[in-house]
């Protein structure tokens, strides 16, 4: 059964303490893996794309990468600002469909 | 511009009544969607509208009636719901739609629904 998992559930950092989250995937036929931020309340907001095991790609203190079973989103030094609720997306199978994670719940402290 | 707009922001209906919830792109997306996102869940997909047809209906309940006007706006006709779909509706746009690779989602903030 095709499945993402996302991994913490919630972890809360320092201001500037540097951290990963983690979306791994088992499915058939990865289209594509996709990063959201999602701040109480609100829609989804689109961070990444990536494509193919090896791409990187960077916004600001976000970093994201991806290899052939998971992705990693690497946060440097983050504020407080940046605390949301972080979901992963993979668009896989016959008919690209999306399936998302359960989301990672992170909380920066000044 | 990635946006997508929602109205209305927040509705509160009884089980009798009839409401709908809008969402507009202006972006020349092909591709709409419906979401419906429980508290700390992630969003379910409810319908997909691609070149302004129903591609997609996963088995939701009739109450909920999507309609595609053009390629810009799509609509949610709600009718006798309960207190369980009480939710955050998110609408959300895609260049290409089902079946296309490489085709990010765009999100609209979303309706928060709350059924008395």
């Known amino acids: 059964e095709d499945q993402v998992t996302q991994s913490p559930e919630a972890l809360r950092l320092q201001e500037g303490e540097s951290s990963s989250l983690n979306c791994s995937y088992t499915?058939?036929?990865?289209?594509?893996l996709f990063w959201y931020r999602q701040d109480p309340g609100k829609g989804p907001e689109f961070l990444f794309t990536?494509?193919?095991a090896g791409e990187e790609k960077e916004k600001e203190r976000l970093k994201a990468t991806l290899t052939k079973k998971e992705s990693f989103l690497h946060i440097t030094a983050p504020k407080p600002e940046d605390s949301a609720t972080y979901l992963c997306?993979?668009?896989?199978?016959?008919?690209?469909?999306?399936?998302f994670g359960s989301g990672t719940k992170l909380n920066v402290k000044p | 511009d990635t946006e997508v707009t929602q109205t209305p922001k927040h509705l509160v209906m009884g089980m009798t009544n009839k409401k709908s919830l809008k969402c507009e792109q202006h972006?020349?997306?092909?591709?709409m969607y419906w979401y419906k996102q429980k508290a700390k869940k992630p969003p379910e997909l409810m319908f997909v509208?691609?070149?302004?047809?129903?591609?997609i209906n996963e088995s939701v309940p009739s109450r909920f009636s999507p309609e595609c006007p053009n390629s810009s706006l799509l609509n949610l006709h709600l009718h006798a719901l309960q207190p369980e779909d009480s939710a955050l509706y998110l609408c959300?746009?895609?260049?290409?739609?089902?079946?296309?690779?490489?085709?990010?989602?765009?999100f609209g903030p979303g309706t928060r629904l709350t059924v008395l």
């Open positions: 959300a746009s895609s260049q290409r739609g089902p079946g296309a690779v490489r085709d990010t989602q765009y």
């Open positions: 499915v058939s036929g990865l289209r594509g």
């Open positions: 990536l494509y193919s």
């Open positions: 997306a993979v668009q896989a199978g016959d008919f690209n469909k999306f399936y």
């Open positions: 972006m020349g997306h092909r591709a």
């Open positions: 509208y691609s070149y302004e047809k129903l591609s």
